[in-house]
Each structure stands twice: as structure tokens, then as C-alpha cells.
């Protein structure tokens, strides 16, 4: 079976490429590319310009069907109206891949979608492939397939996707000039054909790629997206910046792209459970990129902070705490050989190490505290701050490392505060080229290591939780009976809506599919009249709440429709008359409910977003949760440890911490809530949304009291069984 390596691998190794629309006039497009390919020393390049017989030295063609030599490449740098019929030529020579530069389409408008549309539909019928419009293709130091700026011949292991022609061309022209080569790259565009996801996938099983950037502004099919980065970094680091996040950017991105932004918040988790390392900016993807690809990935987020300046020890330390890195105490046996290795006076022994003025009057402190940092068994990684010149520096680095680069067991980092502001500034590439990640700034250091550790932790867990999943799928073969026999329960509750027209389940109704699941919800009783009333009373016992249970019975307690703390079967009579009788005069059942104890709230839900399928969702609830938007968002499904760590991730989550007498909320039974959540939108893709609000932690257990589950439509399922 031929594999995606397979497919795509023959793009990134052509023997003769077309330039179409060639031209040998200074400020033109076709120039660029002509010096381009004549720079790299590609040797079969054939210019195509019905205008010229020669360009720079180079014979050229009329069209593409007149080159007597096959055509594995071409790249079409015409204007816009001339590239589908260069496309249609280029099908009928029988040429593989097309690149095609030209502007103009499905990010300018309907005419420009309609014929992008169908250059694809072109190449789909005759067997080639499409890389763009809207890019600048293809780099390849290995093949010699340039790009504009000239990066560089030296093959590498970084490979690269981006759907930005000038990021691609910037980032490998900057990286390049600093030591750091490439394997591939490729600018994607306008996607009408190949997309990020398909050469994502291709770098994941590339075995010259160790290290993947990529820069995205949207994602066609989220989920295949998802699914492919986190197979992917499973292997390989993901560095990746995306642009179009706000509703301003999402407008650019459509301006620049064609393509459609997702939701900033839940693009974030699905990222974050994929494992990718989102950054926010270019300087902050070079940051990521010398760290992870000159370092061995830390055991832990356990840091060592060797500091010349005192003051800066102090802030760095603070950063690293506040991003979640721990900054532990040394043991006796290291504290004894720092001791014995630094002056006297003014220096600390401490985490972090003060180096004080001998740093600069006896350079070798460097080596020596990073020397015996990288043997401490309490420390994962290594940050040397130095005031010192960079060269001695880098040397000393290269001592206390013993030369090991990549192959150490630690990473190690530099800040470099002798040169100025700029991350690419010679005395940053001198460490740079010896294989140390510098900086010219603490924490961009500290942020990069903190990348690292976080990445560390995604492979290791998400090996184990792939562990874990075959195990079980060999024992059992078969999805659990418990979770069979909900969804049976679920798809009943779920067709008998549908079956009366309705996209939303009553309050029973969501609460009674949710039990189906084992999500603890609070007792209730749906009552119809004055006497099931009574009765549903007293089986529940005062004191109750009293609900509309209707549909389109949302906002409630806006609309005056739930009566809480009812201690009276008169209070209860009397709000059951007011609520069962406020639907336009027509006469509406009621739930009578448990009244749940407990000041803290949180929301819990699923949504079916448009790009990624069902997603999961906790945050800080009550009635500012629309307003104060504490939420964290995965890609169903989720295990137990990832959802613990989206509640980790929200910024009121102390209180969920004993507080004010109350006892720690059971944060691992608030995780199995969101864990089955998932499971219940794997097994019914047709749920649009799940929406548990309040979800009170009464003592230490969290219940739902109110949930609404709103239908649409039926497709497959986007989850894994």
C-alpha cells in the first residue's frame, strides 16, 4: 500500500522543472525565479516565454508542449488569467507536480474561488498534483530546488509548511544564516490541491526531518489535522505559529489565504492535546527552534539557573515559577562541589547559582557550575546566563558539556548579555554553531526550555495512554458493555426528540442521557400536574428547586422561569402554577429537583465545532461564565490525565482548592465527568452541544444541576471508539 511518503516524496526530488512565464528582466517574478534555480545549480531548468528564445543563457520554450524533454516540475509564474490554460498544458505533457506563484484566486473573491476550483478539478482528472496557488513552492538543498531568498545548499534535518510564502522564505533564510539547514520546506498557499495537513504527514515519516515548523492561517479538516499532528508528534516536534486567531485576523486571513479561522479557544486545547508547540511570534518559532533542535529533550521541568548578574538570577527564577517550571534545591553533593569551585565571597551555592563579579574575573565558573548541574539528579535542564564575551563562553559551554550536543542527557541553554537585542546577532551564532541554544535575553531562554519540558511531558504520556489503549483493545476486542448499553439508552432519548422535529432535549431529557452515562446529576422528577407535584415532592424531600422543563426553556432563571430553596408544598404549588403556566398560555411540564448545597460552580460541556469534531470543555461556572470566560477546551476524546490538566489550566482553579472551610473538590471525579462527556460525543456525533451550567461542587463532588443538549445534524463519527 502506498503511503504518504510514497506519494509525495517524488515532489521534493524532480530531475527538470519548467519555469512558466520565465523572464530575464530585473523586477519580475519569473527573474526571481530564474536566479533562484540558476543560484542552486539545478541543471535541467527549462524557461517558458512564447516572448523569448533564450533567457539568461538558458533556451526557452513557447509553452510547456513544446520542451522535447519530460517535465517532472513545473512552476507557473503567469498572471492570473493565463494559469489554467498553463495548467491544462502542463496535464497534457504528462507533468507530475505544478507550483503554481500566480495571486488571484480563492483569496480575492467568488471568480477567483470558481477558478481555482477548477485547476483543481484539471489536475484531479489528469493524474497530477497542485501545490498552491498563492506560493512559492518547493526547497530542497538536497535536490537543489531553491527558493527566492537563497537560504542556502546544505541539506539539514528541519523540514517546514507554511501556508505564507514570505515566513517560508524568511525563516529558512534567517535560520540557515545562523547554522540551522533544512531538509524541506514548502509554502503551501491557497491549498487547492496538497495541503499542510497532507505535507505535515509527509515530514512526519520523512526520515531526513527531525525538527517541523510550520505557519498556518487555517485548517480545512480540522480533525484529519488533529489527528495526523498528533500522530506526528508522537515522533517529531511540531513548532508552529498560527496566524488568524482574532476576528480581525481571521478577516486577513481570509484576505490572504482563502482559508477560515476556528475558534481561538478551542484551537488552542486541540493544539495543545495534539502536542504541538503553539508560539506567537516569528522571534518566538527561531526561540523554539534552536532549543529543540540543538538539545535533548529534559526528563522533567526541573531547572538549574546559572546567573553572572544577581538581579537577573532573581527574575528569570520568577519567570520559570510562573510558568510552571520548578526551580529545586540542589543536593548536599552538588552544594559541596559548588562550594568548593566558587569564591569565597559574594557568589550563592543556591538555586539560582549567583556567580557574582568572579564570573567575569574567572570566567571558568561557567563551566564548572554547568559542569556539576548537568550531574544533579535533582535538575532537568540547564540555563547559563553570562555576562562574559561570547566566544570564551561558548567554549566553556562546550567543556562543562563535554562536546555531547544533542547526544547529552540534559539540555542546556545560553544568554548572552554582552551584544545587543537582535536573536541573530553574532555573538548568539557563535553559540549557535557550536550547538547551544542562545539568547539574548533571560527569558526567552527560560520560555524556550519551558517549550521543551512541556513536550517532554506530551511524548511520555501520550505513549503511555497509546499503551494503555492497545492493551485494552487486545483484552476486550469490543467497546465495554456498560458504554453499549448507554449509548442504547442515549440514541432512544435522542430519536425520540428527533422523531417530533425537535434540535433540542428538554431538561429531563439532557439530564436522563447524561445518568445514562454515569455523570452524577441531582434527583428530579418531571411532573405534569398538581398531583404528581405532591408526590414528586415528597419522594425528593424539602428542600426543592422548581424548574421549567420545556425545550426552549434556556436563560431560566433570566426569564423567572426555576424557583430555588421551596421548603412549603404551598411555595411549591404556587411556583409550580406561576412556571408550568408562563409558556404563552400553553401548559408546560416541570421538574421538581433536589436542591444541591455548594458555593463553587464550574461549567462543564461539549460543543461539535465545525473544524475538530466534538471537543470537550471545563471551566469556572455560575453566572459570569459567559462574561468571565475561564474555560479549557480538548479534542474528544480525552483520558483522565488530560482533562486533569484542563482544569489545571483554568486561572480561578484555587478555589476549587479547601477553601473558607470547604473541603477540596475531587478534581479526579471532576475529570472523569469531562472523560465521559467525550465518550458520549464519540458515540453521537448528531450532539451540537452539551451545556452542564451550574455544575456545583457540594462537599467535594461536583453534580449537574442544569444541562441542555441541542441536536443537529447526523454525520459520521469523528471520534475513536
Same mark, same amino acid.
Given at each position: 500500500m502506498k503511503t504518504i511518503f510514497d506519494e509525495l516524496d517524488p515532489i521534493f526530488h524532480p530531475r527538470s522543472v519548467a519555469i512558466i512565464g520565465a523572464s530575464a528582466k530585473p523586477g519580475k517574478v519569473g527573474r526571481l525565479f530564474m536566479d533562484s534555480f540558476i543560484y542552486s545549480g539545478f541543471r535541467e531548468v527549462y524557461p517558458v516565454n512564447p516572448g523569448n528564445r533564450e533567457i539568461l543563457g538558458l533556451p526557452a520554450y513557447p509553452s510547456v508542449l513544446s520542451i522535447p524533454y519530460p517535465v517532472d516540475m513545473a512552476i507557473v509564474v503567469t498572471p492570473t488569467a493565463a494559469a489554467l490554460p498553463a495548467v491544462r498544458e502542463c496535464v497534457a505533457k504528462g507533468v507530475r507536480t505544478i507550483v503554481i506563484n500566480t495571486a488571484g484566486f480563492a483569496e480575492s473573491g467568488d471568480e477567483g474561488k470558481a477558478l481555482q476550483e477548477e485547476m483543481a478539478a484539471t489536475?484531479?482528472?489528469?493524474?497530477?498534483?497542485?501545490i498552491g496557488p498563492n506560493c512559492i513552492g518547493v526547497y530542497c538543498p538536497a535536490s537543489r530546488l531553491p527558493f527566492l531568498l537563497k537560504p542556502g545548499m546544505t541539506p539539514g534535518a528541519v523540514g517546514l509548511v507554511s501556508q505564507s510564502g514570505f515566513f517560508a522564505d524568511h525563516l529558512t533564510q534567517l535560520a540557515t544564516a545562523n547554522g540551522i539547514a533544512f531538509s524541506k520546506a514548502v509554502s503551501c498557499g491557497n491549498e487547492c490541491d496538497l495541503n499542510a495537513t497532507d505535507f505535515l504527514r509527509y515530514l512526519g515519516e520523512d526520515p531526513d526531518t527531525r525538527t517541523i515548523v510550520a505557519y498556518l492561517e487555517g485548517i480545512k479538516d480540522g480533525r484529519t489535522f488533529y489527528d495526523a499532528a498528533r500522530e506526528v508528534s508522537l515522533k517529531?516536534?511540531?513548532?508552529?505559529?498560527?496566524?488568524?486567531?482574532? &476576528?480581525?485576523?481571521?478577516?486577513?486571513?481570509?484576505?490572504?489565504?482563502?482559508?477560515?479561522?476556528?475558534?481561538?479557544?478551542?484551537?488552542?486545547? $486541540?493544539v495543545r492535546h495534539a502536542g504541538?508547540?503553539?508560539?506567537?511570534?516569528?522571534? &518566538?518559532?527561531?526561540?523554539?527552534?534552536?532549543?529543540?533542535?540543538?538539545?535533548?529533550?529534559?526528563?522533567?521541568?526541573?531547572?538549574?539557573?546559572?546567573?553572572?548578574?544577581?538581579?537577573?538570577?532573581?527574575?528569570?527564577?520568577?519567570?520559570?515559577?510562573?510558568?510552571?517550571?520548578?526551580?529545586?534545591?540542589?543536593?548536599?553533593?552538588?552544594?559541596?562541589?559548588? +562550594?568548593?569551585? *566558587?569564591?569565597? $565571597?559574594?557568589?550563592?551555592?543556591?538555586?539560582?547559582?549567583?556567580?557574582?563579579?568572579?564570573?567575569?574575573?574567572?570566567?571558568?565558573?561557567?563551566?564548572?557550575?554547568?559542569?556539576?548541574?548537568?550531574?544533579? #539528579?535533582?535538575?532537568?535542564?540547564v540555563l547559563v546566563i553570562s555576562a562574559i564575551e561570547a566566544e570564551p563562553l561558548r567554549d566553556l559551554m562546550l567543556e562543562a558539556a563535554g562536546g555531547r550536543g544533542a547526544e547529552a542527557e540534559k539540555p542546556i541553554a545560553a544568554v548572552v548579555m554582552t551584544?545587543?537585542?537582535?536573536?541573530?546577532?553574532?555573538?548568539?551564532?557563535?553559540?549557535?554553531?557550536?550547538?547551544?541554544?542562545?539568547?539574548?535575553?533571560?527569558? +526567552?531562554?527560560? #520560555?524556550?526550555?519551558?517549550?521543551?519540558?512541556?513536550?517532554?511531558?506530551?511524548?511520555?504520556?501520550?505513549?503511555?495512554?497509546?499503551t494503555r489503549i492497545t492493551r485494552k483493545s487486545r483484552a476486550t476486542g469490543r467497546r465495554p458493555a456498560g458504554r453499549a448499553d448507554a449509548a442504547r439508552q442515549a440514541r432512544a432519548i435522542i430519536e425520540k426528540a428527533a422523531g417530533e422535529g425537535r434540535r433540542r432535549l428538554s431538561g429531563h431529557e439532557s439530564v436522563q442521557l447524561l445518568r445514562a452515562y454515569a455523570i452524577p446529576v441531582a434527583r428530579e422528577v418531571e411532573v405534569h400536574s398538581l398531583r404528581r407535584l405532591r408526590q414528586a415532592?415528597? &419522594?425528593?424531600?424539602?428542600? $426543592?428547586?422548581? #424548574?421549567?422543563?420545556?425545550?426552549?426553556?434556556?436563560?431560566?432563571?433570566?426569564?423567572?422561569?426555576? +424557583?430555588l430553596d421551596v421548603r412549603t408544598m404551598r411555595e411549591a404549588l404556587a411556583a409550580f402554577t406561576r412556571i408550568a403556566g408562563a409558556r404563552k398560555g400553553i401548559w408546560g411540564p416541570v421538574l421538581v429537583q433536589e436542591m444541591v448545597g455548594g458555593s463553587r460552580e464550574l461549567i462543564a460541556g461539549l460543543i461539535s465545532d465545525p473544524q475538530f469534531g466534538p471537543c470537550v470543555m471545563v471551566g469556572m461556572g455560575g453566572v459570569f461564565s459567559e462574561v468571565v470566560a475561564d474555560r479549557s477546551f480538548r479534542a474528544a476524546p480525552v483520558d483522565a490525565a488530560e482533562a486533569l490538566d484542563m482544569i489545571g489550566e483554568l486561572e480561578r482553579r484555587a478555589v476549587?482548592?479547601?477553601?473558607?472551610? *470547604?473541603?477540596?473538590?475531587?478534581?479526579?471525579?471532576v475529570a472523569d465527568l469531562v472523560v465521559r462527556l467525550g465518550t458520549i460525543g464519540c458515540d453521537h456525533p448528531d450532539i451540537a452541544e452539551i451545556d452542564i451550567n451550574p455544575l456545583i461542587v457540594s462537599g467535594a463532588v461536583p453534580i449537574a444541576v442544569d444541562a441542555i443538549i441541542a441536536l443537529g445534524k447526523r454525520q459520521a463519527s469523528a471520534g475513536r471508539p
Open positions: 489536475v484531479r482528472a489528469g493524474g497530477a498534483r497542485i517529531k516536534p511540531i513548532i508552529l505559529l498560527r496566524g488568524g486567531l482574532t &476576528e480581525g485576523g481571521a478577516r486577513a486571513a481570509v484576505s490572504h489565504t482563502g482559508a477560515l479561522a476556528g475558534a481561538r479557544a478551542v484551537w488552542g486545547g $486541540v504541538i508547540i503553539a508560539v506567537r511570534s516569528f522571534e &518566538e518559532v527561531l526561540d523554539c527552534l534552536y532549543a529543540f533542535h540543538l538539545q535533548p529533550l529534559p526528563k522533567g521541568n526541573r531547572i538549574g539557573i546559572i546567573s553572572g548578574p544577581g538581579g537577573i538570577a532573581v527574575t528569570t527564577t520568577d519567570a520559570c515559577l510562573e510558568m510552571g517550571m520548578s526551580v529545586p534545591q540542589f543536593s548536599q553533593a552538588t552544594a559541596g562541589k559548588l +562550594r568548593a569551585s *566558587m569564591p569565597l $565571597v559574594g557568589g550563592s551555592v543556591a538555586n539560582p547559582i549567583d556567580l557574582s563579579l568572579a564570573s567575569i574575573l574567572g570566567p571558568h565558573v561557567h563551566r564548572d557550575a554547568a559542569r556539576i548541574l548537568l550531574e544533579e #539528579k535533582n535538575v532537568d535542564m551584544g545587543g537585542s537582535d536573536p541573530s546577532g553574532h555573538d548568539c551564532r557563535l553559540l549557535i554553531d557550536a550547538g547551544i541554544p542562545a539568547y539574548p535575553d533571560a527569558l +526567552r531562554a527560560a #520560555k524556550a526550555l519551558f517549550r521543551m519540558a512541556e513536550y517532554g511531558r506530551f511524548k511520555k504520556r501520550a505513549t503511555e495512554e497509546m415532592c415528597a &419522594e425528593i424531600g424539602f428542600p $426543592v428547586a422548581i #424548574k421549567a422543563a420545556w425545550p426552549d426553556a434556556s436563560h431560566k432563571t433570566d426569564r423567572g422561569l426555576v +424557583r476549587l482548592g479547601p477553601f473558607r472551610g *470547604m473541603p477540596a473538590c475531587d478534581l479526579k471525579k
